[in-house]
């Protein structure tokens, strides 16, 4: 099992495995968790241990042809679907799974696997599958062929229909421990300060520790985001000002933007929460906590509840099309009054 190349997660990894090993299979998975713990890289290891040539107790050996192909995307008998990969980048933050990939999909299953006895497909972001897309599977799920395995990739299992879910067999991912980020980081030639900084913004979140650690760029992005979060939160004019900055940068496609922004900022009243009660050492942005602790301060707990309720609010309005300045302005002027403003 140690040649899994999943970090963390050992529990599910023995479970996967010992399927492997004693050949009881189901045909379908649901893999849950936050995103970026590293579900995806779980469900292309478990088809690597599936397809491997080597002797079951040494699959995935991640040498053999096999297993290269898989981690290459390579292998004919391994399908994954996303959003990414139906629609426009344009169209992949609010387009569901169309029915049409589903019955694509569902005409792949049905065809015996090529070079293996398996046929794996790998259905990310799940919970994105349109109502017909949903029903389609549901009927190859009711009926899989013997040679099919199908995992399915979710953040929230409450997203699917318990007809679906009842179907597979539930493997739950958490995040991993900050330490087990940080020495994984550490292995991987980062020095041991960005490791532990990256650790703890990640949250556990190890595959999105990677992406930060590769792309000096990003964390430095974040960075940015947090420091621009702590001002907003330390003066309501400069928070008024940068509402409407990020509702232009909406308006302009730079969408993305104004999520981190909003989540940094989400991240920074729990970290006030943290600080209210006591429990600083749990808190996400520790290199501003001399700041974070000043603001914990004035408040109460009840007004920090208040001011993270209200930005999650306009999280879910963005979601579903409020306008966005009317979100954003909305947002900053429930926040809790500043020292300065008393």
């Given at each position: 099992?140690?040649?899994w190349p ?27 968790g936050?995103a970026g ?8 290891a ?5 397809l491997c ?6 699959r995935p ?13 390579l292998?004919?008998?391994v399908t ?7 629609g ?34 790998v ?31 979710v953040?929230?299992?409450s ?13 739950r ?15 991987r ?8 900084l ?6 556990g ?64 009243w729990?970290d006030?929460?943290l ?11 520790a ?23 209200v ?10 099309n ?10 900053v ?7 300065r403003?008393?």
């Amino acid at each position: 099992m140690s040649r899994w190349p999943v970090i963390g997660h050992e529990a599910a990894v023995t479970a996967l495995a010992r399927a492997v090993q004693r050949g009881r299979v189901s045909h379908a998975y649901l893999i849950s968790g936050p995103a970026g713990v590293g579900r995806r890289t779980l469900a292309l290891a478990f088809a690597q241990a599936l397809l491997c040539q080597a002797t079951p107790p040494d699959r995935p050996c991640g040498r053999c042809r096999n297993c290269t192909r898989v981690t290459r995307a390579l292998h004919p008998d391994v399908t994954v679907l996303s959003r990414e990969t139906t629609g426009s980048e344009r169209e992949t933050r609010s387009t569901r799974i169309p029915i049409e990939a589903i019955r694509e999909l569902c005409a792949t299953i049905a065809l015996r696997p090529l070079e293996s006895d398996w046929r794996i497909v790998v259905i990310d972001d799940a919970e994105w599958l349109s109502r017909e897309a949903a029903d389609a599977l549901l009927k190859t799920l009711e009926e899989p062929p013997s040679f099919a395995v199908l995992i399915l990739i979710v953040e929230d299992v409450s997203s699917l229909a318990e007809t679906i879910r009842s179907r597979c067999q539930h493997v739950r991912l958490g995040p991993v421990p900050v330490e087990t980020v940080r020495a994984a980081l550490e292995a991987r030639g980062i020095d041991p300060a960005r490791a532990s900084l990256i650790a703890t913004l990640t949250r556990g979140r190890i595959g999105n520790g990677f992406r930060l650690a590769s792309d000096p760029q990003a964390l430095a992005q974040y960075q940015e985001l947090s420091e621009a979060g702590v001002q907003m939160l330390t003066d309501p004019l400069t928070a008024l000002g940068r509402a409407r900055q990020l509702a232009d940068s909406f308006r302009r496609g730079r969408r993305t933007l104004v999520e981190a922004q909003l989540t940094v900022l989400a991240m920074l009243w729990r970290d006030l929460l943290l600080l209210r009660s006591g429990l600083g050492d749990r808190i996400v942005h520790a290199d501003q906590r001399a700041r974070l602790e000043r603001l914990a301060h004035h408040w109460s707990l009840a007004e920090i509840l208040h001011g993270l309720r209200v930005t999650c609010q306009a999280m879910v309005d963005l979601e579903t099309n409020v306008q966005v300045r009317l979100a954003l302005d909305a947002m900053v002027t429930q926040w809790p009054a500043t020292a300065r403003t008393r």
